[in-house]
């Protein structure tokens, strides 16, 4: 049930901001979906290797997206301390770009990095065990990536409280992050659900489309891939404000 509330009340703290959100993605956002236009509009020649159509990566393709690349990593990091700022901190956006956190966003970076690798580590480590009674059990085979996702997702949840501490300028350890969400792990499991779901439902237009590179399908995606950064970022501000603050998520 909490994780239900842990859940929609992320997804109404967007709407009930939304002008807010915007002035604080929007334009951030659109430096994150240039690689995806670019790549679009100039898309990379491609080559058959063993009747498989490889794309030829030149130099100057392999630059643009590394520059690309860089520029997300800025904007996803801007958008998220802002967000996290905005709703536990009250600092409102002043025009149509969010204020620069220099320090709190590459602390929000380092523990970002850290975080995915303690996931990785996990669910590879949980991988061995599943994937033995996976084999033993053939039928249940195909629920393997199922519950790998669902683990990361937990993981990633349980301590991802960390992250807007990191906005705040506040220092959360795993361990903090742990004990804070300390016999919640029914809510966490509830959540991931939720949100690995969502986002499988907002994908699934356009995997059945029939072109997932049409132009339609570009737009609707670049659309969807805003409401779901915006709102997976809120669900790490909630839980931060629910387990770390304290605050009530009615």
């Known amino acids: 049930m909490k994780g239900w509330q842990i859940f929609t009340h992320s997804v109404r703290l967007v709407f009930t901001n939304i002008d807010h959100a915007l002035r604080i993605s929007l334009v951030l956002y659109l430096v994150l979906a240039a690689s995806q236009v670019a790549t679009y509009m100039n898309p990379p020649v491609m080559t058959e290797v063993d009747g498989i159509d490889m794309p030829t990566l ?4 392999v630059t643009q997206n590394l520059i690309f690349a860089i520029l997300a990593i800025i ?8 967000w996290h700022r905005f709703v536990l901190a009250e600092e409102y956006p002043n025009g149509w770009l969010p204020r620069w956190h220099g320090p709190n966003m590459l602390g929000y970076l380092g523990r970002s990095i850290l975080l995915g690798i303690v996931v990785v580590v996990g669910v590879t480590l949980a991988s061995i065990p599943f994937g033995l009674i996976a084999t033993g059990l053939p039928g249940l085979l195909f629920l393997l990536p199922f519950v790998l996702i669902g683990l990361g997702a937990y993981l990633f949840f349980r301590l991802g409280v960390m992250l807007p501490g990191a906005a705040l300028g506040t220092k959360i350890s ?8 300390k016999g919640e792990s029914g809510t966490i499991l509830v959540l991931s659900v939720l949100v690995v779901g969502a986002s499988f439902l907002l994908q699934l237009p356009t995997m059945l489309s029939g072109n997932p590179n049409s132009l339609i399908s570009l737009i609707y995606g670049l659309v969807v891939n805003w409401f779901a950064t915006i709102i997976g970022i809120s669900v790490l501000t ?3 404000g629910h387990f770390i603050e304290k605050r009530p998520i009615d």
């Open 75 to 82: 904007a996803s990091l801007w958008i998220a301390v802002a």
């Open 58 to 61: 030149s130099g100057s393709y």
């Open 238 to 240: 909630t839980l931060f």
């Open 174 to 181: 795993f361990s903090d992050a742990w004990r804070a969400t």
